[in-house]
């Protein structure tokens, strides 16, 4: 029998190590799995670079785990606060003690849908003649210039939706989908926290938005806004 | 100097010029703005990169839910018809070509249609491209809603970008607080001119060649809120 629900947090992040890939689902307030990023903080586990759409959405719980130390790269396509006041990474970052790849939101999503799919690399018309595409290979086609982008994969992807059911299918509310979808197909264990764990049968086939054949541990847990 | 247009008479120019049935995405600040002045009559699906095509206004908790967030992470309604997809579906909007035109802020276009709108060259805050450089590279019509000279006094369009670039050659239309400027392949172009300011001095306010069309106007918008 197919049976992916874990009983507490730390079961869902369990084999989770020091020098992980991590992949963070969460767009602004919406698909972060908070109660999830507690449990790897709650972990001790170190030097993770984190691959996350933005990093500077306020109440953040990436903030914690870069505060803590336990980051050391941070690929993201924001990493920039909204205040004045300088945000723990910028502190860490202009210290020269954490890592930055800034990577276009398109390209960033692109990237990891490339690693779920099985392409290494891909040519995208974004970013071409940027700073962003320095020393990056580039080829022509039909007459217009293209950047090639490499694949991200992860160890761990850890999202937010709404539903899920044993055999790990989701399903999101508003746009909680953002880069969760992508990321469920990108890491060797992915991880979703859910308000509602479903009955059987109970999310019908036509509303899976998400296949559990991408997800790998299913856990109910409230929302820590 | 009183003829110089305010943040929501910008807006208003700019959505003028967005056709019935346009599928568009509305960067942050003025461009978002354009939304409230869309021509009576028309229907315009508003993108956002989050995972949404036909957002509506911003909404209460109690309207949208905190899980139904536009891309700087407001809560927002959706109109009927609309839809919710993942980060990669949004992007392939983008970069495919889908969207008939966005709709950016800037800090400076060039004579030959460069855009520089992603780093404002400040090494103490962590850098931040977001959507920028896939919107820029990938909608059909890329047009730019700024002020027409920096609060120093220093034009905004310029011969060369000295601000990094986020694409090459890529923007149509300008709208300023002073006037429409198009990007032609004989430099920048006037199209409309604040009333009150002559083409002497809008030129003396643009870092690059300006010639006036043979048909420019006035730019007159309606006093508004």
Redesign the interface.
Known sequence: MIDKRVATAADAVAGIRDGARLMISG?????MPRALLDAVLDTGVRNLTIIA??I???GSRIYALIEAGRVAKVIS?????RGQA??P??KL??AGKIE?E??????L??R??AGGAGFPAYY?????????AEGKETREFDGREYVMETALKADMTLLRA?RADRWGNLR???????????MTTAATVTVAEVREIAADGAIAPGDV?TSGIFVNRVIELADL? | MSGLLTREQMAWRAAQDIPDGAYVNLGIGIPVLAANYIVEGREVCIH?????VGMGPTASEAE??????D???NMVTLRIGAA?????S??VM??GGHLDMTLLGAFQVAANGDLANW?MMR????????????LA??AKSVRVIMEHVTREGLPRLVETCGY?????GVVERIYTNMAVIDVTPEGFVAREIAPGLGLEELAAKTGAPLIAAPDCGVLSPPALS
Not at chain 1, 27 to 31: L, N, T, V, Y
Not at chain 2, 48 to 52: A, D, K, Q, R
Not at chain 2, 123 to 134: S, Y
Not at chain 2, 164 to 168: G, S
């Open positions: 767009f602004q307030e919406a698909g759409v933005g500077g959405s306020v396509s924001s990493a920039r606060g300088l945000t990474f910028e970052w202009t930055l800034l990577v276009p939101q398109g390209t999503v692109e990891i849908r995208t018309p974004v970013g071409v003649g940027t700073k962003l709404d999101y509310l508003g746009t909680q989908a953002n880069f969760g979808h992508a938005h806004r | 956002s990169e989050n995972g949404i949208a839910g905190r899980d139904l967030v891309a700087s992470g919710l997809f993942d980060s990669a949004s992007f983008i970069t780093d090494p103490e805050r962590g850098p931040l491209v977001g959507g920028a450089m896939d590279a990938g990094p670039l986020t694409a090459k």
